[in-house]
C-alpha cells in the first residue's frame, strides 16, 4: 500500500495533509524516515511513527476503554465530556468504513458507570455484539443502596416487567457477592436496564461497573481513561 494511503486509512487526515506530513520528514517506517508518499509498504505487522508517536497498522481497529464515571458515551456529550476525549485523533479521524466514521463505542454506558466498553469500526462487529440473538452475556457489578437478599435475586432470574415493555427481562445470571454487591449478567442491552431492574425489586443502584463482556474481563491493569488495542486472544473470546 502507498504511506499516503497508509496514514490515510488509519486516521491521520486528508490524503494530502498525510501526503505533506511524509513530504516534510515526519513519518518513520521501521525506524526510517520515509520522505516519498508513494513509497510501497507492506502493511501486516506494519510498525510506523508519525511526528514521533509510534502506531501500529491495524485494518480494522477494536480497542477497548476503562470507561471513568462522569464521560458520556456520545460523539456529541450534553453534560460531561465525552469518551472519545479519551482516545488519539486518529482513532476517531479513520475514514468511514459501512456506516461509522472513526471507532463507535459498542453499545453505550451511562454517564455514572465504569468499567469495560468495546470500541471500533467495524459495523457488523458492532451489532453482533449488540444484537439480543447473540446473546453475549455482560457482567456488572452492582453496589446496591439496600441490603440484597434471595428473594430479589430469584426476582431477577424469573423476570421483571420494565415500564416501556410488558415482556419480563431476565438476568441470565445473578450471585449475591456481598451484603450491598450483586453480580448480574445480563445478555440484552435495553435503556438503563440495569438500575431499571433493581428498582422493580424495590432496590437502589448506588454504583455500577461493568467487568466482563462475553468470556473477555476488564484487565486489572487497564486503569479508568485508559485504552488498549483488543489482541487476537481478545477477539476469539469475544467471538466464543
Ligand atoms: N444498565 C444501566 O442501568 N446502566 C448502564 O450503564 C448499563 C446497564
Known sequence: MRLQDVLYSQGFGTRRICAGLIQQGMVAVQGSVLTDPAADVATPGLHFAVQGRDWMFHDKAYLMLHKPAGTECSQKPSTYPSIYTLLPPPLRQRPQ???????????????????????????????????????VAKVYEVTTKHPLDDSQARRLLDGVVLDD???????????????????????????????????????????????????????????????????ETDLAALRA
Not at 99 to 119: E, K, N, S, Y
Not at 190 to 195: D, F, G, I, M, R
Request: charge should be positive.
Open 165 to 231: 415493555d410488558p415482556q419480563p427481562v431476565r438476568a441470565a445470571a445473578c450471585e449475591i457477592a456481598g451484603q450491598h454487591h450483586l453480580r448480574l449478567t445480563l445478555t440484552e442491552g435495553k435503556y438503563h436496564q440495569v438500575k431499571r431492574m433493581l428498582a422493580a425489586v424495590s432496590n437502589r443502584v448506588e454504583a455500577l461497573h461493568r467487568s466482563r463482556i462475553g468470556a473477555l474481563s476488564l484487565p486489572a491493569d487497564l486503569a479508568p481513561g485508559q485504552w488498549r488495542w483488543l489482541s
Open 97 to 135: 468504513k459501512s456506516a461509522v466514521q472513526g471507532v463507535q463505542a459498542v453499545g453505550r454506558l451511562d454517564q455514572d458507570t465504569t468499567g469495560l466498553l468495546l470500541l471500533t469500526d467495524d459495523g457488523q462487529f458492532i451489532h453482533r455484539m449488540n444484537s439480543p440473538r447473540h446473546h
